[in-house]
């Protein structure tokens, strides 16, 4: 001995029991079972080399070290394929376990807090569906048409247009606006998780133009060995329900000029139409592949059926409206009532919602092509090569 004091490296170790029983209540793995043997990670075709991820994340897990897992972007970049799910030989299914480690991030940085909280739990469903109907029904109260019209069916009789396009406009604004202080959050956290060569950093709205690339051909789900199925749905799903946001915003234009309701042979009703077949479509492969049975079906969570049957509703009640429309049906007010329900759910719930990943993928995607984590994009991939930053031990 020389008398000289050993130092050593404290490693700031928060287990999170709490955290780590949410995670197997979620995704029903036991997570003492992992051996950390990291077959995951080598089947995982959109792992990046360096520092490859299920592994990693299911060591924190295990650890139940929360401020490890929330705020990591690579929990984003899996897209749930389950091939390293097929390949445990421990059957941990670290597939589900990151889909819980994301359920939790949106909720953790849900804003505010209780909205995350209401609309990600099947006890909270309730609430979650009198809210809406409180709300809309006090607009159509102020507007002054809370009754059933006599005559034709006419919705602007018992929702004036004006009313319903600034309501709804304001509130989604609202909600979005709100959540967006959650996501600045959400990118402050993964950029401390991050230690990137500052020298690589590229700029986020470049970054962003690169990963629009990912996200509209959805070709990181090509990728995966296991339900390539998945990106056909996905597909479908994505691209119907963005042309039907393009045709309401176009419904809204219409109804402002005077030119509402649309004829059937108007374009952006048959696009309108179009993105209802869409829709229905990759909701019916994804309902299919859930029923038939199957990994599918084990691993969907309250979150993925919550968006299925919201979606599934919304676009059900809009043909059942347009047809009760053009056919004087007697209930149609009630089903227009419903249908604006499901769109609250869809659209005002979105950032609380599974449809948040949609925001949380494009930032986590952004932020890891910003530092040049992006291996398994299909573009600049010659760019994984030249360098790569690593995560923090802290
Ligand atoms: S989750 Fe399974 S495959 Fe991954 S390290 Fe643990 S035991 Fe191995
Ligand atoms: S589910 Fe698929 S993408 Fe996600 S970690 Fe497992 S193998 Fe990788």
Known sequence: MTGKIMKFKVIDLKPDIEFKRDLEKLSGASLSTCMQCG???VVCNLSPEEKPFPRKEMVYAGWGMKEKLIGNPDVWLCHQCGDCSTHCPRGVDPADVIAAVRLLTYRQYAVPRFMGKM?????MLPVAILLPVIII??????????????????????FPHAWLNGSFT??????YGIASIGLARFWKDISMQYHADPGFKKGFFRSLWKVKNEILTHSRFSKCEQNRSRKISHFLVFYGFILLLLVTIYAIYAAVTGRYPLALTNPFKILGNLSSFMLLAGLGMMLFSR????????RSTYPDWQLIVALLFLTISGVIIEAARFLDWSMAYYMYFFHLVCVWF???????TKFGHIIYRTVAMTFAFSVGRNQGFSEDQEQHAVQKPILSSH
């Open 291 to 298: 029923i038939k049975g199957g990994e599918e079906l084990k």
């Open 137 to 158: 029904t006090a607009i159509i109260f102020m507007a002054g048409t809370l009754e059933i019209p006599d005559g034709p069916v006419n919705y602007s009789k018992f």
């Open 119 to 123: 609309v990600s739990r099947p006890s």
């Open 170 to 175: 304001l509130l989604t604004l609202l909600s």
């Open 39 to 41: 077959t995951c990670s």
């Open 346 to 352: 869809v659209i005002i719930y979105l950032p609380y």
